[in-house]
């Protein structure tokens, strides 16, 4: 077969994982990546700005405690022909003015049923429930964007080990045709590399299509066009030591978890708002009025008033109690989706954890299997120097070898982005918890900015 040189895929497949080491200058890090998609992703600050709308639900509930202040005016023109008669004769009087006036009411409601506090818990439950949401999608978008980094890392190798076999497979098609031409082989021997080589390149074309694919995905979640990308590394010691330590903290922390406790709290004082319906309302009503000209007789008037009025419900057509019952049995799905929920989140613990397992063996396996090809491919060249082996022999030994190159790729990848995944099942995929070089959002700046507000228009940013 002559001294064709084997060039080495698993040089390239190595650098798909790393477990420690400096980072290159120019060189892009996952943890960047990971700090592009935290900033930039669309999708993340369209929920950002869902949670800042829900903050505002707040002050809308808290409204309920505060006066109502309506001023009034009015002005206009009137003309007036009154004939009067009494016992000492008639008169007619004729004339006209500019009725106008000017008032102000104050209205303050002292008690509702509890209706204004519980609708003033529920809100915040409801912000706590979104920024709960928001944690779930920071978590899927940082999942999703160390994904498509280990994705491209992974599709570049390949595109590396295909192209090596295709340069392999070209020069052993040439020698082929070499010892065809002196009678060493038949034809059927270059027939073979040919179809061996036709097929490489099938794979190459498609290794390459992969890796355009996936260059558009990593620039849509990331934000920017992949450029000399590090080996990404796992995030093992962020994990618990242990799979029911795992679990339990998924039951604890992860936001789907916590989102839907915080949904039966809402369900809870929606019932309680909805039963507040059917208490008495007791309001106060304070009033001031200054009028002139109002008639002809009576240039100015000044009135003042001060009423307190209690309105009890009796019976308002039924539609109070059945939103009573209705959202007792919204409550009651409440519970029954947390538990759901609960389940959901201890099966992708478990199914993360498995596949983390499966990925450190998998790494070692596809690394023993890549060092067990290589010296097979090497034995099988020489044994067919010495005519003991056929072309299609190292056909087949350098097509194992590419798979075993390939697989190694693989594993590499799903090691990392399984440790991610198990992160995430667990509810600490996070900037905090990752160390990344990044401003952390905080929802509760916003928050705090908009709860107390009596007036004003312009949202904090300026708006």
Excluded: C
């Excluded at 009137?78 to 003015?97: E, M």
């Excluded at 409550?331 to 993360?352: F, G, K, P, Y």
């Amino acid at each position: 077969m002559g001294g064709v040189k084997v060039l080495t895929g698993a040089a390239t497949a190595a650098l798909l994982l790393a477990f420690a080491g400096s980072t290159p200058a120019l060189a892009d890090t996952i943890e960047a990546a990971l700090v592009r998609a935290y900033q930039n992703n669309p999708q993340l600050n369209a929920q950002r700005a869902s949670v800042r709308v829900t903050d505002e639900n707040v002050p809308q509930a808290l409204s309920g405690y505060r006066p109502r202040v309506a001023v009034t005016a009015s002005g206009g023109y009137q003309y007036s022909d009154v004939i009067s008669s009494s016992s000492l004769g008639s008169s007619h009087v004729t004339g006209t003015q500019v009725p106008r006036s000017v008032g102000a009411t104050v209205t303050q409601t002292l008690f509702n049923g509890q209706q204004t506090a519980n609708r003033t818990r529920a809100a915040e439950g409801q912000v706590s429930s979104a920024r709960e949401g928001l944690r779930v999608l920071e978590q899927s978008v940082m999942l999703s964007a160390a994904t498509i980094y280990m994705d491209y890392l992974r599709d570049s190798a390949t595109l590396e080990v295909q192209r090596s076999n295709v340069r392999v497979l070209e020069q052993t098609l040439k020698q082929t045709r070499d010892r065809f031409n002196v009678g060493e082989v038949t034809r059927t021997d270059v027939a073979q590399s040919e179809a061996q080589l036709a097929a490489g390149r099938t794979q190459l074309l498609t290794a390459e299509s992969n890796l355009n694919t996936t260059r558009s995905n990593f620039r849509r979640i990331i934000g920017n066009e992949p450029n000399a990308l590090q080996a990404g590394s796992p995030v093992d010691r962020f994990l618990p030591p242990t799979l029911p330590g795992a679990i339990d903290l998924g039951l604890t922390e992860n936001p789907n978890v916590t989102a839907a406790m915080f949904g039966i709290d809402v369900s809870y004082l929606n019932v309680k708002v909805n039963e507040g319906a059917l208490f008495p309302t007791v309001t106060l009503q304070a009033s001031v009025q200054q009028s002139y000209e109002q008639t002809i007789s009576v240039p100015r008037q000044f009135g003042a008033a001060a009423v307190a009025q209690i309105s009890v419900p009796v019976y308002q057509g039924g539609g109070e109690y059945a939103l009573i019952r209705q959202s007792k049995e919204t409550l009651a799905q409440q519970r029954l989706a947390l538990e759901q929920t609960r389940d959901q989140t201890r099966a992708s613990v478990v199914q993360a954890w498995g596949q983390l397992l499966a990925g450190k063996a998998q790494v070692s396996s596809a690394q023993a299997q890549v060092q067990a090809s290589e010296i097979a491919l090497n034995g099988v060249r020489e044994e067919a120097k010495a005519g003991q082996r056929t072309t299609l022999d190292v056909l087949n030994a350098q097509q194992a070898l590419v798979n075993a190159r390939v697989a190694l790729v693989t594993a590499q990848h799903d090691r990392v982005v399984a440790s991610y995944a198990v992160l995430n099942a667990v509810g600490r995929l996070s900037p905090t918890v990752l160390k990344l070089g990044t401003t952390v959002y905080d929802p509760s700046v916003h928050y705090h900015q908009v709860r107390d507000s009596w007036v004003g228009v312009r949202t904090p940013d300026g708006r």
